[in-house]
């Protein structure tokens, strides 16, 4: 069972303009929560993480939102640029990011000029 | 700093083979490797846990004996194939997590590039 959804597999952007991508968990134990982004046939890059113990982590362009109550999170990214087109996958552990991860299916976000 | 190798980055087999992939930690000590599959437009699937010096955690559904790993040293992991089949056919990533101490973060999940796994 999937327990890290991402519910679009895709989302189209014009550049300049805010990209938002969003995430659900089912697992209450999940207390670390990051972003990847990955090209085809590439390891995934991390982007930015969140704890629980945190609403909101800033890093540049790319800022995320977590909602506990609602086991939520997103990732906008602002401005967006034609480099952000990718696959973007959320990914969620009981413990920081040195514990296994469960990822979701992702989302394939295109950046359009 | 803080670069993970997988080699092969792709390898085509027969049906029935085995196919060993390699995963390094080319700057930094791994206490603890962990080992996924993609297969297309899907997650990144957890198959298995590896530590230095004792033997692998599968997670669920995932066959100890098909999928051996090998977690020899600090900075080696190999999962080897066994027997493969067209089914297994898949992207396999693995990721590592550094040691302690050595200057970089140590709750980190540094990923490696994948290796391409097309069985015939």
């Known amino acids: ?113 | 700093g803080a670069v993970v190798s997988q080699h092969p980055s792709w390898v085509i087999c027969k049906s029935g083979t085995s196919v060993k992939i390699e995963c390094r930690s080319l700057d930094f000590q791994a206490t603890t490797m962990f080992w996924y599959r993609q297969f297309p437009k899907q997650s990144l699937m957890l198959m298995a846990t590896s530590n230095e010096g004792s033997k692998a955690t599968y997670e669920q559904g995932v066959e100890k004996d098909k999928f051996l790993i090998n977690h020899a040293s600090l900075t080696l992991s190999t999962l080897t194939v066994t027997s493969a089949h067209p089914e297994d056919s898949s992207f396999y990533i693995c990721s590592a997590v550094a040691r302690s101490g050595l200057g970089i973060s140590t709750d980190t999940q540094y990923f490696g590039p994948g290796t391409r796994l097309t069985v015939l």
């Open chain 1, 1 to 113: 069972d999937q327990q890290v959804k991402q519910n679009s597999p895709s989302l189209s952007v014009q550049e300049g303009r805010i990209s938002i991508l969003n995430c659900d968990y089912t697992n209450s134990m999940f207390d670390y929560f990051l972003w990847y982004k990955k090209y085809p046939a590439e390891g995934p890059t991390f982007l930015i993480s969140i704890s629980s113990i945190k609403d909101k982590n800033e890093d540049g362009r790319f800022t995320v939102f977590l909602n506990k109550s609602a086991k939520h999170l997103s990732l906008h990214i602002v401005p967006s640029q034609p480099g952000d087109s990718a696959v973007y996958f959320c990914a969620a552990s009981a413990g920081n990011s040195g514990y296994a991860l469960n990822f979701g299916k992702g989302t394939s976000l295109l950046v359009t000029p």
